[in-house]
């Protein structure tokens, strides 16, 4: 299907065009001489340019039309290897205008990597000459240089040797592409600047860093970008994204990464500048939450923040249509596909919410029959590598009657689907311990709304365990962003425990500055071991603190009444006695009020 600007095309026009797609010819020709009469016959009688996409085996891909002055270069791409050409060559006409290359010709073929680039001069309606542009290569990489030959008598256009040409650019960068693409990573720069919170530029930046690692990248440098307001175009400014661009160019980067959330506008405009990929902060936590999902459930709690997250950012006027990423006045077959993936998107949320909604009747049911059994809940919760899941494993490995362990490991959001297991305290009694996935600062609204039904665990629990990473030089700042966090769903007036974790390799002074701002922290080492049981005590009294002592003289054939009790651990003391069972009983005032009526009077 011919592409771009076909009003007022005669049809018969748009047939003989559609006739030479995705046919084959002489893959050893810059053109068919055939199919360059054509396209020169056709754009010189509607005065508009023409542009062909042919790949390596003489196969033309795609055909686009543009207006009177310029036609709407698109990127495509055949390359087997990222640091390479792109493997297709674009040849375009250039009617009543000569063949020289434009400012916009040479802007695509470095941004795009053309194999080569083409302009064909039309005069009245024959091909007269050609110029063709070529990126130049120096040092084992492609340059923004571009080397142009012609112009050539298109009568002659059969003797000029192009696959030479293509095959002289990539040995020149041959050795630089295998050193490279053994590398797994992708070799990311990180962008930074602007700061509204408790972190420092560079140390916002340091923790991105942290981010891009876990997500597989590999940071080959970074970038500030000091501003008073964030540019609406370009999130940096034009000056800094060229100054990047060049940067890209130079280290070869695949990524760039940005440490705020871009618009779908700055994401774009960023790309054609970059000509790389370009993600935001939001984007990559939503990587790596997808890399770690393990059960059925986190896997739709990401895909569905993944979704909310890029619908309002599909775009339309996308690569494929426009000289390097999008265009005014191109609207037409692409918008209609915008459409129908917006419809796709919306339909794929509605199913995957359903699914949410199933799944959170489930838990519902799950919690009800916890609190039939009254044995409270508690929470872990804390900022992403803070060691919750260190001290879960810890916790049960001593205390629990499920010895299964998580993932431990010195990466961010190592574990996301949350775990509950039953672990005994000091007093004899029993608690369920739920552990949960990491808070974050800015953590997508998407994941939060998404992975409502797990955080429901921590808003509906009995007592919420703050682990905070004592060695971490932003402590503080982390802490505020996990209450932040707690009050956004509803969990800022729960029962709390601070408990400062990796007090073995933390510096004295870091201590010093959480105890001076909080009370009551509890020093531990997940790690080691250190103080967890002091921690379990602490959970023991706060649970359990406000239980009340009340003694019982139960009926013999009131067993069911004594199994009640001995499920909720409060039996203290049992003694058969003639006239019925005694019993001593240190609980809630709950359970207290259900067994009242055998109350001894005092």
Not at 512 to 531: H, P, Q, T, V, W
Request: with cysteine.
């Amino acid at each position: 299907m011919i592409k771009g600007n076909s009003l007022g095309i005669r049809k018969v026009y748009i047939d003989e065009l559609n006739e030479l797609i995705n046919k084959q010819y002489d893959k050893n020709k810059l053109i068919d001489e055939e199919v360059m009469n054509t396209v020169c016959s056709i754009s010189g009688k509607i005065g508009k340019e023409i542009s062909l996409y042919i790949n390596r085996h003489g196969v033309i891909l795609d055909i686009t039309i543009g207006d009177d002055k310029t036609v709407l270069l698109k990127g495509m791409n055949e390359k087997r290897s990222a640091y390479g050409l792109c493997g297709i060559r674009c040849i375009h006409t250039h009617p009543n205008c000569s063949s020289c290359l434009s400012s916009l010709d040479k802007t695509a073929l470095t941004n795009l990597k053309f194999d080569l680039l083409a302009a064909i001069e039309v005069i009245d309606e024959k091909p007269a000459q050609i110029s063709i542009g070529y990126i130049k290569a120096d040092n084992g990489r492609l340059t923004d240089d571009i080397v142009i030959d012609g112009p050539i008598d298109a009568s002659k256009i059969d003797d000029y040797n192009f696959m030479n040409v293509v095959e002289n650019i990539e040995k020149t960068v041959s050795d630089y592409i295998y050193e490279n693409e053994d590398k797994q990573n992708e070799r990311t720069i990180l962008v930074g600047g602007l700061r509204n919170d408790m972190y420092s530029a560079e140390e916002s930046l340091l923790e991105l860093e942290e981010l891009v690692t876990t997500a597989g990248g590999n940071v080959v440098d970074k970038a500030m970008q000091n501003k008073n307001k964030v540019d609406a175009a370009y999130y940096i400014g034009r000056g800094k994204a060229e100054e990047i661009s060049h940067l890209v160019q130079n280290i070869s980067a695949d990524t760039v990464v940005f440490d705020d959330e871009l618009s779908g506008i700055q994401q774009r405009n960023l790309e054609e500048i970059f000509n790389c990929k370009v993600i935001d902060r939001t984007t990559l936590i939503l990587d790596i939450f997808a890399q770690r999902a393990k059960s059925s459930e986190g896997k739709i709690q990401v895909e569905l923040a993944q979704l909310k997250y890029r619908l309002p950012r599909i775009i339309g006027m996308g690569e494929n249509m426009s000289r390097t990423g999008g265009g005014i006045g191109t609207r037409g077959p692409g918008e209609q596909k915008l459409e129908t993936d917006k419809r796709t998107i919306k339909k794929r949320i509605y199913d995957l919410e359903e699914e949410l909604k199933n799944i959170k009747k489930t838990r519902e049911l799950q919690r009800k029959r916890r609190v039939s059994n009254e044995i409270p809940v508690v929470t872990l919760a804390g900022y992403t590598n803070a060691g919750k899941s260190t001290l879960r494993n810890k916790m049960c490995e001593y205390w629990g009657t499920d010895k299964e362990k998580v993932l431990e490991s010195d990466i961010l959001f190592a574990t996301l689907d949350p775990t509950t297991r039953l672990v005994s305290l000091p007093s004899g009694k029993e608690a369920l311990l739920t552990d949960t996935v990491g808070f974050i600062r800015k953590l997508p609204h998407e994941l939060v709304e998404a992975f409502k039904s797990t955080l429901e665990e921590v808003a509906l629990s009995d007592l919420i365990v703050h682990v905070v990473d004592g060695s971490n030089e932003n402590a503080i700042a982390q802490m505020e962003t996990v209450n932040s966090v707690l009050n956004e769903i509803g969990a800022g007036d729960k029962k709390l425990i601070i408990a400062v974790n990796k007090v073995d390799k933390a510096p004295a002074e870091n201590i010093d500055i959480i105890r001076s701002k909080f009370n009551n922290i509890i020093e531990i080492s997940a790690l080691n071991g250190y103080n967890i049981d002091e921690l379990l005590k602490a959970i023991d009294s706060k649970l359990f603190g406000n239980f009340i002592t009340e003694e019982l003289l139960v009926p013999y054939e009131k067993g069911n009444i004594l199994s009640y009790l001995h499920d909720n651990n409060c039996v203290e003391k049992e003694e058969y006695r003639e006239n019925g069972i005694y019993i001593r009983i240190k609980t809630t005032p709950d359970i207290i009020g259900r067994v009242s009526q055998y109350k001894i009077d005092k």
